[in-house]
């Protein structure tokens, strides 16, 4: 009876546990939430969408501008940089002494996403083009 009592503890101890590499792939997961991405831009913004449609989907633009026929141009300029880092320890009693353990993981990512769109006279979507990096 002892020894179970004594296993639930161990468990107990560690099953709340979250080692670093899991840590960092639920910060990857949480960050894909309806980011600014190049495939949300090309998912939701197509040829023919009007003023409207686009500032709804994308929001504000950083600079809008209009050429010598008045046509405006948008441009959303993004840039991220992300940092995760995790740091796990922990250990466990025994009688004799105590065994732990230590572990980290770090990710530094940086990305940015430019994207111009141009529009007709009537304020619709004539062109999209764009630049993407990430390093």
Request: charged letters at 20%; one cysteine or more; aromatic letters at 8%.
């Amino acid at each position: 009876m002892k020894n179970i009592l004594i296993a639930i503890f161990v468990i107990g101890l560690t099953a709340g546990c979250q080692t670093a590499a899991q840590h960092q792939k639920e910060l990857q997961d949480n960050s894909q939430t309806e980011a600014f991405t190049l495939g949300n831009v090309q998912r939701k913004i197509q040829k023919g969408s009007s003023q409207a449609e686009v500032a709804s989907s994308l929001g504000s633009p950083n600079i809008v501008t209009k050429d010598a026929h008045g046509k405006e141009a948008w441009v959303y300029d993004k840039a991220a940089r992300e940092v995760s880092y995790s740091h796990d320890h922990g250990g466990v009693w025994l009688l004799l002494g105590a065994y732990s353990k230590e572990a980290g993981a770090s990710r530094t990512s940086q990305r940015t996403l430019t994207v111009v769109i141009k529009f007709d006279e009537r304020g619709h979507v004539d062109d999209v083009t764009y630049h993407s990096s990430q390093f």
